[in-house]
C-alpha cells in the first residue's frame, strides 16, 4: 500500500490495514491467544498473540494521547514519558503489562475501540492540519500517525499470519 499523503488517503490505509489484521486476529483460538511463541519486539524475546494486540492498542492509545495533548496546547512527549525512541522494545515490554488483565476476546474489543477512536479524530480534522506542515521534526501528524497505526497493523498481520501458519 503507498504511503497515505491525505486525510482520506490515511483513513483508508487505517481501515483497509485494520479489517486484514482483525480477520487474521479472529483465526488465533483463544486457547492460544497467550502462547508466547512468536518474535517480540525486543531481541531474543518471545510474545504471544495477546501481547501483539496489547502493543497494537498500546499504540493506538499512545498516539490518540499525543492528539489531546497537542490539541489542548500542551507539549508532546513523544515517543511516551521516561522513553526514548531507541527505547521502543522497553515501551513494548510495558503495554504487554499494561494489558496483562485483559482477556483475548477483551483486547480485540480494546483495539477496535482504540481503532475506532482514531478514525473518529482523524475524521474530525483538516487535510491542512494534517498533512500541511510539520509536527514532530519533519514529519507531518498524518505521517506520524501512519508510521504508529496502518504501518504497524500491517507488521503485526505478517507476524500474525506467519504465527497461524506455523501453529496450524
Known amino acids: ?13 487505517i481501515t483497509k490495514t485494520f479489517d486484514r489484521l482483525r480477520e487474521d486476529f479472529t ?20 510474545m504471544s498473540p495477546a501481547d501483539l494486540a496489547a502493543y497494537l492498542i498500546g499504540w493506538n492509545e499512545l498516539v490518540l494521547k499525543w492528539i489531546d495533548r497537542d ?23 510495558k503495554f504487554y503489562a499494561d494489558y496483562e488483565a485483559f482477556d483475548w476476546p477483551k483486547r480485540l474489543e480494546l483495539l477496535e475501540a482504540a481503532k475506532e477512536k482514531l478514525v473518529s479524530t482523524i475524521s474530525m480534522r483538516s487535510n491542512d492540519e ?4 510539520g509536527w514532530y521534526g519533519k514529519w507531518t501528524k498524518g505521517r506520524m500517525i501512519q508510521f504508529n497505526t496502518s504501518s504497524p497493523y500491517a507488521n503485526a ?12
Request: hydrophobic letters at 40%; a positive charge; glycine letters at 10%.
Open 130 to 133: 494534517l498533512y500541511g506542515k
Open 157 to 168: 498481520r505478517a507476524r500474525i499470519r506467519k504465527w497461524l501458519k506455523a501453529n496450524s
Open 1 to 13: 500500500m503507498a504511503v497515505p499523503g491525505s486525510k482520506d488517503e490515511l483513513l483508508d490505509a
Open 71 to 93: 490539541d489542548r496546547g500542551e507539549a508532546v512527549d513523544f515517543p511516551e514519558t521516561g522513553f526514548r525512541w531507541n527505547e521502543l522494545g522497553l515501551l513494548a515490554e
Open 27 to 46: 483465526r488465533v483460538p483463544k486457547e492460544r491467544a497467550r502462547e508466547a511463541t512468536m518474535q517480540g519486539h525486543v531481541a531474543g524475546e518471545m
